[in-house]
Structure formats: structure tokens, C-alpha cells
């Protein structure tokens, strides 16, 4: 999407991107102490309350859990792309994150198995993409009026 807005993460989103340039790949926090993955990444573990963690590469494999279809855009560098759809992921490490596809609304269904990448868009700020993977899935259709 050339030309479109790229945003300026800050804190710790800041963090999470550079990882994920510096590993040029997916990575999601994971804490120190108990191996649990958090995503977006915080300053304490849930589960343990520790404050030691690090941004791990993940395989990015996962399934498509939810997604939402846009039919405008407000930014004039996703124009020419609409419809399209912004997924949640839940990846195979039993964490999601959101990413944008390149398949059609019509291609996409519920449980569908994905590959997540990265795309540089700025020094701070990646852009994750999903797109469908070779894997032979238990899929749900979609529900109608998408």
C-alpha cells in the first residue's frame, strides 16, 4: 500500500517492532520465568508477575480465529485494496495477533491456517501479514454477511 499511513508505535509496541526487524520475522514477548507468551507485549507477566521477559521469533503458523471486512478506508493507501479483511490470528504458540491479508474476504473462513510475516514499513513499525498456508485445515465456513 504505497503511500498509505504508517503509524509511530511507542513504549513497548515500540520494542515489539524493532525485535521483529532486528529477527526480520514474528516475535512475541515471553516471560523469563514461566515460558508464558503475552501479545501485545506488558511490562508483568499475568500468570507469575514477573518483570523478565524477551520478544522470542515465533514460527509464525496459526489459524484465522476472527476477522473484519472494510469496505472503505480512511487512509487513501488502502483505497484500491478495498474490501479487504484484518485478521486475528491465533498462533500456534497459543497467542494472537492482529494482521493484514492479502486473500479476498470471500477466500478467508473461520479456523483457515495462515503463515504470518513481516513487512517493513518504516525503521519502527512492521506490518504483519497473513496469508493462507498449504496445510490441510478442519474448516468452519464464515458466517454469512460478512
Given at each position: ?13 515500540l520494542?515489539?517492532?524493532?525485535a ?40 509464525g503458523?496459526?489459524?484465522?480465529r ?7 478506508s ?19 504458540e497459543q ?51 460478512r
Amino acid at each position: 500500500m504505497i503511500g498509505s499511513y504508517v503509524p509511530r508505535p511507542e513504549w513497548l509496541m515500540l520494542d515489539w517492532h524493532h525485535a521483529c526487524l532486528e529477527a526480520d520475522m514474528v516475535t512475541i514477548q515471553r516471560c523469563a520465568s514461566c515460558a508464558t507468551w503475552r501479545h501485545p507485549p506488558r511490562r508483568f507477566c499475568a500468570a507469575c508477575r514477573s518483570r523478565e521477559s524477551a520478544f522470542v521469533p515465533v514460527s509464525g503458523a496459526g489459524t484465522v480465529r476472527s476477522y473484519a471486512v472494510s469496505h472503505r478506508s480512511m487512509d487513501p493507501g488502502w483505497h484500491e485494496a478495498t474490501p479487504y479483511a484484518t485478521l486475528v490470528v491465533a498462533l500456534d504458540e497459543q497467542v494472537s495477533l492482529l494482521a493484514a491479508t492479502t486473500s479476498t474476504p470471500n477466500d478467508l473462513a473461520l479456523g483457515m491456517p495462515v503463515q504470518c510475516s513481516i513487512e517493513r514499513r518504516s525503521d519502527d513499525f512492521v506490518l504483519v501479514w497473513a496469508e493462507p498456508s498449504d496445510e490441510t485445515p478442519d474448516i468452519r465456513p464464515a458466517a454469512s454477511g460478512r
